[in-house]
């Protein structure tokens, strides 16, 4: 009896030890496997396919071009979403051009000839009406709303203001790079404006308006690539004037003015 039970204590000794040792291999083989979980995890979160490298947008964009267009119908109209309607305002758009700039009609004749067409057409209805026995066709009463007017007339005030804002910070002299750029944007103007009226420069930038931004839509993936470039160069550029022109320019000792 003594060796019987002697016999069953070292099987169940024995036993423990083997779950001790099987539950140390799973514990070590679970958190084995818990490491290679979260090194698999750590290498997929790092790989360049799950994370969005930084891609140069012109003009530092981040939203679509739709969004900075301002979204909307003339967002619409702009990026070509109906066909139909950007063709008839970029069609419209060049009939007033051709009608003014290369058949030469200036604008108050074409009112007045639109006025008269258009008195005469409903005097001669009014005064038919009779002979056919017909009630004479009512004239509708036009009147501007006051409502669009002053919101046409805050917008407007608002983005005057916003551009005197603009240029008195670059008059102030802060930033010697944005100055630079508004003055080489002006000059740049000023000599396409030599080379056509203002007629003609709002109707190329209408026909811009049109063309660019949709085109832009669709390639801007090569056009950022190419921008990229170019930046990288203008601010090599800049560097080289800024070292060999800028820097040599006196610059007087700036007083602080203690007030009284």
Request: hydrophobic residues 45%; contains cysteine; positive net charge.
């Amino acid at each position: 009896m003594a060796e019987e039970h002697h016999h069953e204590k070292e099987e169940s000794l024995l036993e423990k030890i083997a779950e001790k040792i099987h539950g140390g291999d799973d514990s070590s083989s679970s958190s084995d496997s818990d490491n290679d979980e979260k090194k698999k995890t750590a290498t997929s979160e790092s790989s360049p396919s799950s994370l969005k490298a930084k891609v140069y947008r012109l003009f530092g964009r981040e939203k679509p071009v739709h969004h900075v267009l301002g979204g909307g119908k003339p967002a619409d109209v702009f990026l070509w979403r109906n066909k139909k309607i950007s063709a008839g305002v970029l069609g419209g758009a060049t009939a007033v051009w051709v009608l003014f700039e290369l058949m030469e009609y200036h604008l108050l004749t074409l009112v007045c000839h639109l006025l008269i067409l258009a008195l005469a057409l409903l005097f001669l209805w009014s005064n038919a009406s009779t002979f056919i026995n017909k009630s004479p066709p009512r004239i509708p009463e036009v009147r501007i709303p006051e409502e669009p007017v002053l919101q046409v007339a805050a917008a407007l005030r608002y983005e005057i203001n916003r551009a005197f804002a603009v240029l008195r910070d670059i008059a102030s002299g802060r930033d010697l790079k944005k100055f630079l750029s508004v003055i080489a944007g002006l000059w740049v103007l000023s000599i396409v404006g030599n080379w056509c009226n203002f007629l003609t420069l709002v109707y190329i930038a209408f026909v811009l308006l049109h063309t660019v931004p949709v085109l832009y839509e669709k390639y801007d993936d090569k056009v950022d690539a190419f921008a990229e470039k170019a930046m990288i160069e203008i601010k090599k550029q800049y560097a080289v004037f800024d070292a060999k022109v800028l820097s040599k320019i006196p610059k007087g000792p700036l007083k602080d003015k203690k007030k009284l």
